[in-house]
C-alpha cells in the first residue's frame, strides 16, 4: 500500500503587506513582510520595528500575522515578519537553528537601513521564533533594544535532554521535525508508533517525500550529541530588556522558567527581565475556558481569535512602549504579572512572589496507590517504616496520555481519573482542602524508583482532584532511569505554576512507566526504543519511608483571602 501525505506550501501573500527578499551575508534572500502604521503609507514619520522570525509560514492562518499587524501597527509600529532560512518562501538549506544568529543580525540590519525605520529594533514571537529572539541577541546587533519571548528556550537542546541524565524519549516533539524541517513545505501525514520497528515508518515517509530531515536523523535513531549553537551564547551577550510570556500549562514552560530565573539571578541581566506568566497552554488556550467549545477555539474561529489577541499581543505592545519607543515609564511595568489558575492575576516584585513557602507532602501507604483516586495518601509527615508499591510496564499495552495535542492540551484538558484507575498507574491524594491551596511556584518531586529493565522512564503528573472525582493537570514532568545507577533516588523538575486548589479539591499525584503515544515507550530490553523489534513487559518499584522517603514538593502562597 503506497504511503500518503499532505504537501502543505506558502499561503498566498497578504495584501496589507509588501513582501522583500531580503539579502543574507551568504547571498540567500529570505521572504520578509512588512507591515506599516498608516502615517507612513501618506509619507509620514519613521517608527520603530518589531521584527518576527519564523518558520511555520508567515501568510498563514496558523500564525495569524496579518491579525496581529493591526494591534502592532495601530499602536506607531512597523512590523516586519519573515520566513527563515530554507522555510516557505525563503531560500537556503533546510536546518533550524544553526544560521538564526548571523541572519537575525542581517534582518535588523537591514530594517535599520530602511526609509521608515527610526533605528531601534524590538522582537517577538512564539516557540521556535522566541528562540530566534535569543538567536539575534547573540547577534549583539546594537539596534535590537527589547525582545519579547513566548513559551520557549533560550536552547532547545535542553527542552529534549534536560540536565545531566538522558530524558524519556519525547516522540511528539522529535517528530516535528520530521513534519516541518524536511524542506521548505510542510508534511502532514499519519503514523502508528505501536508497530516496531518505529523508525521503519518514518523512513517511508521520507522515502516518498523524496527528502528527509537531517535535524530528525540527528535525534532518532541515533539520539546524537546535538550541534552547538555556534558563536556567543546568548546569556553572555549584552543584555537588552526581556518579557518573557510563560504559560503554566505550556509543554515546554519549565525550560523557559529556567532561562527567566537563571537570567533574574544574573548581574547585568537582573534589572531587565520581566515575567508574564499565564494559565495558558503553548497555542494559548486558556484554564478559564478549558476544555475549549468551537465558539472560543481561536485555531478556527475569527471570532474567538479577534477576543484572544489583545491578551496576546498587549503584554508585548505595553513592553514596547517602554523600551522602544519610550513614551511609558519603567515604573508603569510590573517586574512579575502573573495569574492564579481559578482566581484571576496578580502582579509581585519577585518570582516566585514574596512570602511564599515550600510545604511537602509525604508518599505514604503506597500499598493503596495501586487502586483508583484518591489511592495512597500525601501526608504530611513522611511513614516511619519503608513500604513499597509495585506496577508494571507493558510496552505493548502503555498508559494513554489521553491528549493527542500536548502543545493544545487545555484544548482538551482530560479528565485523568480513567489514567489513575489502570492497576500500571500508582495514585495518591491529600485530604479534601477546608480552605485554598494557592500553588505560586516551582514543583519538584523526590522518589526512590528501581526497575527490572536495563532502561526505564518514570512519568508524574499533579492533578487537582474535584469533588465530582475529576482530575484535571496541574503540572508534570518525567525521568529516565537505568539499573545500572547507583542510586534509587531521582529528581523530578515539574516546573512552575500559579494555581488554585479550591475548597473541596484534593491535591493528586500519578506516577506511571509511559505516557503514549506522546513519549516513546520504552522496550523493555535495553535496545534503542526506535529501532528495537520487541518489547519485553518490567516491573518498577517506588519505595517510600524510612530512610526512603519519597516526596512532593511545592510552594504556596499565603492565604489572600480572595
Known sequence: MPFTFERVGAAPLTENATQHMVRMRDGVRLATDVYLPEEQAHGGEAFPAVLVRLPYDKNSR????????????????????????????????????????????????????????????????????????????????????????????????????????????????????AHHWVDNDTYEYELDPSRRPV??????????????????????????????????????????????????FDNIGAAHMRDYTELAARPGWDAVQYLWAGAIDHENYRLAQAPVTAADDHGVSDEALARM?????????????????????VSSLAKVTWELGHAGWRTSRTWPPPGNTARTFWLTDPADATGPLPGGLLAD??????????????????????VANSFACLQEHPDLTPVAARDDVLAFAGPVLREPLDLAGPLGLDLHVTGTAPAFDVFAKVVDLDPAGRAGLIARGQAALTTADTSDAVHIDLGHTGYRLRPGHRLALLLAGSDYPLFLPTPGTGENPWTAPTAEPAVQTLRTGGARPSRLTVTVAPADGS
Open 62 to 177: 496558523y500564525v495569524y500575522v496579518d491579525r496581529i499587524a493591526r494591534l502592532f501597527t495601530a499602536r506607531g509600529y512597523a512590523l516586519v515578519v519573515q520566513d527563515v532560512r530554507g522555510k516557505f518562501r525563503s531560500g537556503g538549506r533546510t536546518l533550524p537553528f544553526l544560521r538564526e544568529p548571523q541572519d537575525g543580525h542581517d534582518s535588523i540590519d537591514w530594517i535599520v537601513h530602511q526609509t521608515w525605520s527610526d533605528g531601534r529594533v524590538g522582537m517577538f514571537g512564539d516557540s521556535y521564533y522566541g528562540f530566534t529572539q535569543w538567536a539575534a541577541v547573540a547577534s549583539q546587533h546594537p539596534a535590537l533594544r527589547a525582545i519579547v519571548p513566548r513559551v520557549t528556550a533560550a536552547d532547545f537542546s535542553t527542552i529534549w535532554r534536560p540536565g545531566d541524565r538522558p530524558a524519556p524519549i519525547w516522540l511528539e516533539g522529535i517528530e516535528y521535525f
Open 199 to 248: 523508525i521503519d515508518q518514518y523512513e517511508q515517509a521520507f522515502e516518498a517525500i523524496g527528502a528527509r530531515s537531517t535535524w530528525f536523523d540527528l535525534m532518532a535513531p541515533r539520539q546524537a550529541e546535538l550541534p552547538t549553537q555556534p558563536g556567543l551564547h546568548p546569556f553572555d551577550a549584552r543584555p537588552v530588556p526581556v518579557l518573557h510570556c510563560v504559560g503554566w
Open 309 to 329: 489577541l489583545p491578551g496576546y499581543a498587549g503584554p508585548a505592545l505595553d513592553f514596547f512602549d517602554v523600551f522602544l519607543k519610550g513614551v511609558r515609564p
Open 381 to 402: 509527615a513522611p511513614d516511619p517504616e519503608e513500604r513499597e508499591a509495585h506496577w508494571t510496564h507493558d510496552p505493548d499495552a502503555p498508559v494513554p496520555s489521553l
